[in-house]
């Protein structure tokens, strides 16, 4: 983030200086331009296309202006070559679609270009450099060219570090890859500087059809080969995360990983995942900005409401590139500063399961190109997301019992096992096992039948669970009987839970739902537990004597001894 004070600075600095420097440039060393308007308006146009062309190379776009302005300062002086410099450096910025916050770049660019051109002409004139077809005949002439071009790049390179170190904070090196690229760009492009002013000599603007012409096509062919090497090489990620996302088995890890890569491929700023619902409407399922996931939001949206029901109604991706455009249409919630916003259905087997909402600070963020690799990418996403979600209920079918929602004993016993592992590598103290069996069961199916039989586990269960919360493992054993796992818990402590727990269940009724008569009525049932206890390694050194110490505890200790209480095992 960049301190508003400089940014003001950079203002103030940019309305003083750069009319007070064109004013001294001119006083200094004034134009012999006389009857050149169109010749001047020529190489503006064509140093505005150069400047709106990048090159792509290895994935970094060169700006080859260096050998336009060499051109033009030759020709027609300091003052022309610093206006038409300026000129095109809005269409650089351009390039970079500057927002509200980040346009302080235009003055501070101003500035940086201004002060190299500036110094640059200063040194080649301080040396003895002149203008006019004969300064291109002679050794002496071709020195203070290339003196002129060295302190360009200097300045130039010594200008973005500066940026970089003191506006930005960043820290950065003076030698980096930039500069390399530059000063190559800036030795093969010298000879076509020279060339154009040569040529313009004798032939007038003929000299930029002849060069100008074959160099921007050049620039359009890189450009069009980076574009189809760009889409290539998302197509390859898009297998590749595919290929990663059918590997995820749960639906946490497979939209954390989604999300990963969408940061990485799309720089985007937020990312919202909604799914459609039971009711066929949006709920949120994930919410991440600047890579920071957050609360969910609870608002529910239909179809054709906001940007997200628009998307579900139609099954087709919206974008939108600014924030005048996307704000008609949106309903609720929209991060600060938003400006692109893309929305995408997540698809599967030609079923919206899903959508997608993708914002950027920048305007005009999300390319076609995006567009079609993201369009892959979603319908991989929620292929792996449904899976995901089978794959979790399948295991919660395998894990759980099916009415109480507890886990069942298969998993309890898998859990016990590896609890004893570790106690017996050292890494637990102590386990406590708590078994719980309801009183008097059969006599409340015998009364109220077997569904409020069902309906009194239930609600047992739940208050177990309830109760223990993340302290413990609760599970349904079989029947009316219920186990408590416990680690890292003194005896008297469990007791005293136990103890706890009995009273619980004994102090508050159970409600359950009779049907007679073709009538509802709602039934309070009172009922009670008994509690066996075990504790290891004190009772037991392995699992299953752990499991019949308990139970021993319950049916001899508190079952025999009248029911409703606590026994512990004793041997």
Known sequence: MINPVYKKLIWTVWTLLLPFGLWFSYTLYPPQIYDKGWELVAFLLFMTIVASMPMIINGIPVFFLQWATLSVFLIFGLVMEIILVQ?????????????????????????????????????????????????????????????????????????????????????????????????????????????????????????????????????????????????????????????????????????????????????????????????????????????????????????????????????????????????????????????????????????????????????????????????????????????????????????????????????????????FTKLNEKNLDNLALIMLDIDHFKAINDQYGHQAGNEILIGFAKRIQNLIGDHGLVARYGGEEFVILLSNIENKEAFDLAEFIRKRIASRPFVIKQNIDDRQQIKNVNITASLGLAYAPVDADEPLALIRHADRALYVGAKRAGRNRVAGYVK
């Open 87 to 419: 000129i095109a450096l809005l269409a650089v910025l351009y390039q970079a679609k500057l927002d509200r916050k980040s346009l302080f770049r235009l003055p501070m660019n101003s500035i940086m270009f201004f002060l190299v051109s500036f110094i640059s002409g200063i040194i080649y004139y301080s040396f003895g450099g002149g203008h006019g077809f004969d300064i291109a005949l002679n050794f002496k002439s071709f020195a203070l060219i290339s003196v002129y071009l060295i302190s360009y790049l200097l300045l130039n390179t010594l200008g973005i570090f500066f940026i970089v170190r003191f506006i930005y904070k960043r820290k950065q090196r003076f030698i980096t890859k930039d500069l390399v690229w530059e000063i190559f760009t800036t030795i093969i492009t010298y000879p076509v500087g020279i060339a154009l002013y040569l040529m313009y000599e004798y032939i007038g603007l003929a000299a930029l059809i002849l060069i100008g012409v074959p160099f921007i096509t050049l620039s359009l062919i890189l450009k069009l080969y980076h574009s189809s090497q760009t889409a290539n090489d998302y197509l390859r990620k898009t297998a590749e995360i595919g290929h990663q996302l059918s590997q995820n088995l749960y639906v946490n890890e497979t939209i954390d990983f989604f999300i990963e890569k969408l940061y990485e491929l799309f720089k985007v700023d937020f990312v919202f995942i909604h799914q459609v619902n039971t009711n066929e409407d949006l709920e949120m399922i994930s919410r991440v900005e600047q890579q920071e996931r957050l609360p969910l939001l609870p608002e529910i949206m239909k179809e054709n409401e906001g940007i997200c029901g628009k998307v579900l109604a139609s099954k087709k991706a919206e974008v939108y590139h600014s924030k005048q455009e996307w704000q008609i249409v949106n309903k609720g919630y929209m991060p600060e500063g938003v400006q692109s916003v893309l929305c995408m259905p997540l698809n599967k087997n030609n079923k919206v399961i899903g959508v997608l909402l993708l914002g950027s600070r920048q305007k005009k963020a999300f390319a076609n190109i995006k567009l079609m690799v993201l369009d892959l990418l979603c319908c991989q996403f929620a292929i792996a997301l449904e899976n995901a979600k089978y794959f979790e209920k399948t295991k919660e079918n395998s894990e759980r019992c099916a009415l109480t929602k507890l886990y069942n004993y298969r998993y309890f016993e898998k859990i016990l096992s590896e609890q």
